[in-house]
C-alpha cells in the first residue's frame, strides 16, 4: 500500500505542477485510480461520505465537480472563487476517486495562495460542527 500512495504523488506532482484541471476520466486513466477505488470489496465510492477541503477555494460551477460541492465557507477576504486553481484541482481528484461523496469548500488559502494557521484552525472547528467527515486537507503555503 505504501509503494502504491507513493507511486500515486510521484505521478500527481507534475500533474499538480501544470495546475490544469482534468476530467475524473482522465485522472483515472493517468494515473490508474480504478484500482485504488477496487482495493475494497465492494468497491468505496465515497456514498455517505463528505470530504473537506481546506484550500484556495472552488470554482463551483466547474462542470467537472458536477454540483459536488455542499457547503462553502470563505475564511480570508477573497471571494470563495477559487482564482489560484488548485482547491478546485483538488476537488476534480476527490470527484474522481469518490464520485459519490460531497464536497466542503472551506476556503483557508487567498487568491496568492496565502493563508493562516487560525483560519486553517477556524475551519476544522466548523468542520468538525457541520458533520461527521473524513477530511482530506490540502494545504500549501509558500514562503518567499
Known sequence: MKLKLELLVVTLLPLMLQQ???TPLQL????GLVDLQSLTVPPLYGQGS???VLDTGMRITHEQLGGMVVFSKN???DTTEDSFDHGTGVASIIHAVAPL??????????DKGDGTSEEVVEAIEDC????EIESSIA????ET
Open 20 to 22: 490544469q484541471i482534468f
Open 28 to 31: 483515472l486513466s493517468m494515473i
Open 50 to 52: 463528505s470530504i473537506a
Open 75 to 77: 475564511y480570508t477576504s
Open 101 to 110: 461523496s460531497g464536497i466542503l469548500n472551506m476556503k483557508v488559502n487567498d
Open 128 to 131: 468538525i460542527d457541520l458533520v
Open 139 to 142: 494545504l500549501f503555503w509558500f
